[in-house]
């Protein structure tokens, strides 16, 4: 980190988790995700040798993939303090953004089936967690090649249009529901999940308000993936199409099959998302920050290092503000949303989400200037930074649509 951090009273145990992750992502993370950015298949990220499994091996053997589950199966949720999530979510962010979303999002589907009475669907989590070889991997599987921003707007009270539903139906036949559809190319670890959350439209009428979410394992006839996605950047994260037809599930995987709860559940699920959004891009926003500071002290023009000119500094100063003000509100809606869990503040929330990714773009941006030609460049960090940054504005609800549902919260 290139200046002091205004974490007071850091206990024994954060600074612990603190150095853990920073070694994790400095050593792991930073440079497998530069090699497998410059892939020029995104097949070969996933392939069977791909270094993408020493991450994913790594980062379970550190048991941080129990972070998000409760103990009773085996997870840590009541071990990690609230600061302790901050830190591993940022410092995630600063060192590859695409691997963080990617290993965050792989415990998806084990979140919802850690909630289940049913043998079967828990044995799904605790399987999960004591899966260190990486055989287990979920995807939330929520946008529809015809819906994309359609499920942000999903979250205010008007959107029950029956046009802007699911197109994915669940129909139920007796114990057991039948899906036909598909999800778009941007779920992500969509072609390399064993597991979703799937999000299906139960009753057609009522649009996007009549939709479930059903859990259910890849493997079941009439599955197919799409070719994983070539991507501006976070290329390192895995994505692709699923597709399901004629698709029979027990009853019992529709986890919330009750329509009238799909109104709450979307502002309690964009609240989550978003919350952790802004945190992890608050990270990458640092790290671009990080790069244009360090270059500056190093590169020298007109015989001294640029950072003694006067627009260098006052660039840095302004990348800066932007960068502290976006993780001050990122950690302030964290906590607040932590503590008021499941519904939090969706306002806040998407107010983090794109004050971080904005803030990261940005500050990406300008550090390019910075940088002059060689911020251009594939010998330095910093244009993947920005490629990275600018997917972030559109992942998780692009910006001006999640501004326009975070304004119906007023
Ligand atoms: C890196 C990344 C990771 C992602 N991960 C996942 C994932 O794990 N699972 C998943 O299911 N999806 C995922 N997504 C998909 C993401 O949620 C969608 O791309 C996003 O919601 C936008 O949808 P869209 O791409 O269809 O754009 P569209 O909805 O087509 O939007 C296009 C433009 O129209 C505007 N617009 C659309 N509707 C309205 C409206 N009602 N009012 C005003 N303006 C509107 C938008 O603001 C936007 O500028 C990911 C996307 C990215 C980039």
Not at 222 to 227: L, P, V, Y
Not at 343 to 366: F, N, R, Y
Request: aromatic share 8%; glycine share 10%.
């Amino acid at each position: 980190m290139s200046y002091p951090e205004l974490d007071l009273n850091l206990t024994v145990e954060q600074k612990a988790t603190r150095d853990m992750i920073r070694k994790f992502g400095a050593e792991v993370m930073r440079p497998v995700g530069i090699q497998l950015d410059l892939l020029a298949d995104p097949a070969e990220v996933i392939a069977e040798k791909s270094v993408l499994w020493d991450v994913f091996r790594q980062y379970r053997q550190l048991g941080l993939h129990k972070r998000g589950l409760p103990k009773s199966v085996g997870g840590m949720l009541e071990d990690i303090d609230l600061m302790q999530g901050i830190i591993i979510a940022e410092e995630m962010g600063y060192a590859d953004s695409g691997l963080a979303i990617s290993l965050g999002v792989a415990g998806n589907p084990f979140r919802y089936a850690a909630l289940s009475d049913d043998p079967e669907i828990k044995g799904w989590a605790r399987d999960y967690v004591n899966d260190l070889e990486c055989k287990m991997i979920g995807c939330w599987a929520i946008t529809e090649p015809d819906h994309g921003s359609d499920w942000v707007m999903a979250t205010q009270d008007d959107f029950n249009k029956p046009e802007t539903g699911p197109s994915l139906k669940a129909v139920k036949k007796g114990d057991e529901y039948v899906l036909n559809g598909q999800k778009s190319a941007w779920v992500s670890d969509g072609t390399m999940a064993t597991h979703a959350a799937l999000h299906v439209c139960l009753e057609p009428s009522k649009g996007m308000h009549g939709s479930g979410i059903c859990i259910l394992p890849l493997d079941r006839p009439g599955i197919t993936k799409g070719k994983p996605l070539n991507k501006l950047g976070q290329r390192a994260l895995n994505q692709g199409e699923i597709f399901f037809e004629e698709v029979v599930i027990p009853k019992k995987y529709m986890v919330v099959s009750d329509y009238n709860l799909s109104l709450p559940l979307m502002r309690g699920i964009l609240t989550n998302a978003n919350t952790g959004m802004g945190v992890t891009f608050g990270g990458l926003a640092k790290a671009a920050f990080d790069e244009a500071l360090k270059y500056a002290r190093e590169r020298v023009q007109g015989g001294i290092p640029i950072i003694q000119h006067q627009n260098i500094k006052l660039k840095l100063i302004q990348m800066f503000r932007r960068v502290e003000s976006a993780r001050s509100l990122a950690r302030r809606t964290m906590a607040y949303n932590a503590a008021n869990a499941p519904m939090g503040s969706p306002l806040h929330a998407i107010a983090s989400k794109v004050t971080s990714t904005e803030a990261a773009t940005e500050v990406a941006a300008e550090a390019i200037q910075i940088f002059g030609g060689n911020g251009l460049s594939k010998e330095y960090v910093i244009e993947k930074l920005f490629r990275d940054a600018k997917a972030s504005m559109i992942e998780d609800g692009e910006n001006s649509a999640l501004s326009l549902a975070a304004a119906g919260f007023f």
